[in-house]
Nanobody
Framework: QVQLVESGGGLVQAGGSLRLSCAAS????????MGWFRQAPGKEREFVAA????????YYADSVKGRFTISRENAKNTVYLQMNSLKPDDTAVYYC??????????????WGQGTQVTVSS
């Protein structure tokens, strides 16, 4: 079992930045691809960003490409999402996800509880 705990969410003005963290416990993340999803009120959960366990390949939703960056520190069992140039449309609950041997772009084996990001205009 892998437990994922997100942190770093909050309220920020449009154009600002936030860095989300996802700390894992239970197992080493070195065998897992990691990713971030988000769910806005009244909408379905959507893919945001993902990275393979090697850290070489990164994937982003078109809506965040060029503004968000996913990274990982396997030694700390932690994954990050740096979010720059935030827009009100980025307001959502952000979820960390882990997928064994793959990159979580459509599904995941483990999910965090989520952290709220609110971007004011």
């Amino acid at each position: 079992q892998v437990q994922l705990v997100e942190s770093g969410g909050g309220l920020v003005q449009a154009g600002g930045s936030l860095r989300l963290s996802c700390a894992a416990s239970g197992r080493s993340l070195s065998s897992y691809g990691m990713g971030w999803f988000r769910q806005a009120p009244g909408k379905e959960r959507e893919f945001v960003a993902a990275m393979r366990r090697s850290g070489i390949s990164e994937y982003y939703a078109d809506s965040v490409k060029g503004r968000f960056t996913i990274s990982r520190e396997n030694a700390k069992n932690t994954v990050y999402l740096q979010m720059n140039s935030l827009k009100p449309d980025d307001t959502a609950v952000y979820y960390c996800a882990a997928k064994y041997l793959g990159a979580p772009r459509a599904s995941a084996d483990y999910w965090g509880q989520g952290t709220q990001v609110t971007v004011s205009s």
